[in-house]
C-alpha cells in the first residue's frame, strides 16, 4: 500500500515561514490534500488539489506538489496556526483506499 | 452551512455492541460519500472507509474490514458505525467527514466533531 512519510515536528518563529513536506513514491503524479487539527478539535480542510485552498482558509496557507515530495506552506506564521498538520492521498491502485500522513506538529515559538 | 453532528461519547464494556452516527445536513446527503476515520489517544488520523448513502455502496479499509460495519439510512440523512463485539483497543476518537470525489482523487470536508469511544472493563 501507499505510505506518506511526514517529519514529526516542525517549529517556527512568529512572523516566519513554515515547510511542512509529505514524501511518497512520485507523490507529484497524484493530488495532495492538507488538514489542519487544532487540540481538542476536529480536522480542517486548507488545501485540496496540492494548492487550492477552501473559503476561509487564508492566503498564508499555499500548498505545492512535485517529484517525491508535496509541500505545505504557511507565511507569517501566528500562535494560532500552532497545530497538527496531516497531508492525505487517495491510493488509486486499490478500491477507493484513503491514505494519511503521519501528521506533523507545529509549534510557533 | 453543511455540517455533520455526531453522536456523543460512549463508554461500553469489553464485548459490548455499539452503533455510533453521523447526521448530515446543509447538502445534498446522497450525493456525497461519507467517510470515517479513528485517532487514538495521541496517534494520527487512520482511514476507516466510506459508504456513498446514494445506493449504500460501502469500502472499508483493509485494516478494518471485518472488524466495523458501516451503514446509512439516506431518510433520515444519517450515516453510522458500529461494532458486534468491542475491545480496548477500539478505544478512540471517531470522526466522520464528507467525502468529495472526483475522477481522480477525494478529499474530506467538512468533518463532524468526533466521536470520542471508550472501551473499558
Known amino acids: 500500500s501507499y505510505v506518506l512519510t511526514q517529519p514529526p515536528s516542525v517549529s517556527v518563529a512568529p512572523g516566519k515561514t513554515a515547510r511542512i513536506t509529505c514524501g511518497g513514491n512520485n507523490i507529484g503524479s497524484k493530488s495532495v490534500h492538507w488538514y489542519q487539527q487544532k487540540p481538542g478539535q476536529a480536522p480542517v480542510l486548507v488545501i485540496y488539489y496540492d494548492s487550492d485552498r477552501p473559503s476561509g482558509i487564508p492566503e498564508r496557507f499555499s500548498g505545492s506538489n512535485s517529484g517525491n515530495t508535496a509541500t505545505l506552506t504557511i507565511s507569517r506564521v501566528e500562535a494560532g496556526d500552532e497545530a497538527d498538520y496531516y497531508c492525505?492521498?487517495?491510493?488509486?491502485?486499490?478500491?477507493?483506499?484513503?491514505?494519511f500522513g503521519g501528521g506533523t506538529k507545529l509549534t510557533v515559538l | 452551512e453543511v455540517q455533520l453532528v455526531q453522536s456523543g461519547a460512549e463508554v461500553k464494556k469489553p464485548g459490548e455492541s455499539l452503533k455510533i452516527s453521523c447526521k448530515g445536513s446543509?447538502?445534498?446527503?446522497?450525493?456525497?460519500?461519507i467517510g470515517w476515520v479513528r485517532q487514538m489517544p495521541g496517534k494520527g488520523l487512520e482511514w476507516m472507509g466510506i459508504i456513498y448513502p446514494g445506493d449504500s455502496d460501502t469500502r472499508y479499509s483493509p485494516s478494518f474490514q471485518g472488524q466495523v460495519t458501516i451503514s446509512a439510512d439516506k431518510s433520515i440523512s444519517t450515516a453510522y458505525l458500529q461494532w458486534s463485539s468491542l475491545k480496548a483497543s477500539d478505544t478512540a476518537m471517531y470522526y466522520c467527514a464528507r467525502g468529495v470525489i472526483t475522477g481522480t482523487t477525494h478529499w474530506f470536508d467538512p468533518w463532524g466533531q468526533g466521536t470520542l469511544v471508550t472501551v473499558s472493563s
Open positions: 446543509g447538502y445534498s446527503f446522497t450525493s456525497y460519500w
Open positions: 492525505q492521498v487517495w491510493d488509486s491502485s486499490s478500491d477507493l483506499h484513503v491514505v
